[in-house]
């Protein structure tokens, strides 16, 4: 088991500042810029596995599963969760096709074992839109976002704790990353200890509510936290929308890690 560092709540507030300083490196009110931060984390999250070398990776709202892809061809094993129907059915031949072992399921990660209403997007404010977009949720957008039309599927559903049990993952060591357009909370909810081997996360946060009744930046910061993990770097994709890459705390320690975090930082 990886060892875990007893967390702090009063360090949260000193972590966020130092979290805010790295837009020093981009122009924010450049569209480009923003992407570039976004592309240069997700870059820093791969590099992390060469690393720390996991034996396995999560992808929970997959998409079209390029971590897990990725992941495979480096010989690691690979599991990726894609909740909605629509982009599963679309994607599954060709990730199949790339001939890596990708473990890609029509399955959500959530609080429950069993099954789950997902909630598809259809019309917003009158006007057609396509049931494979990337942001429908297990949760319904918040009223400030437009009038909604929905279709509700049920999907099979599994807490990650049980997950890792019935394939052979616990007591594993495992990164993970958590896209769950506002859905955080409730996937989190299913975790019970299942973080106990998880070595790094990337995982998307919003500091308004997008979706009803979500957990938003503060509750999710002082949730890994309390997991035991330290937030190290983070995007600035949109407004109130980013990504953090979240490390085990005694990993910070390691000098291959600290040197990769340092080249992160280093736009000189």
Request: proline share 4%; with cysteine.
């Amino acid at each position: 088991m990886v060892s875990k560092a007893k967390p702090a709540a009063t360090d949260l507030p000193l972590m966020d500042l130092m979290l805010l300083q790295q837009a020093q490196n981009y122009d924010l009110n450049d569209s480009g810029s923003r992407r570039k931060s976004r592309d240069d984390l997700q870059q820093l999250f791969y590099g992390l596995q060469k690393v720390l070398k996991p034996q396995a990776v999560l992808e929970i709202g997959a998409y079209r599963a390029e971590f897990s892809v990725r992941m495979a061809r480096a010989g690691i094993e690979a599991h990726a969760f894609e909740a909605n129907p629509y982009n599963h059915g679309k994607f599954a031949d060709e990730i199949a096709a790339t001939g890596y072992p990708v473990r890609y399921q029509n399955c959500a990660m959530s609080d429950r074992d069993g099954e789950v209403s997902f909630e598809i997007k259809r019309r917003v404010n009158g006007v057609e839109v396509s049931p494979g977009a990337r942001n429908n949720s297990l949760m319904r957008r918040a009223p400030d976002f437009g009038e909604v039309e929905y279709e509700t599927v049920t999907v099979p559903s599994v807490r990650l704790a049980t997950y890792l049990a019935r394939h052979g993952l616990a007591g594993r060591t495992f990164s993970a990353w958590i896209d769950v357009e506002g859905a955080l909370g409730r996937v989190m909810a299913g975790f019970g200890g299942a973080l106990a081997n998880c070595l790094s996360l990337i995982v998307e946060v919003e500091e308004i509510p997008y979706w009803d009744g979500q957990m938003l930046y503060a509750q999710a910061m002082a949730a890994f936290r309390g997991e035991g993990f330290l937030p190290v770097a983070r995007d600035f994709e949109s407004r109130f929308q980013h990504n953090i890459v979240f490390l085990r705390a005694p990993l910070l320690q390691d000098p291959a890690v600290r040197l990769l975090l340092a080249g992160h930082f280093d736009k000189g």
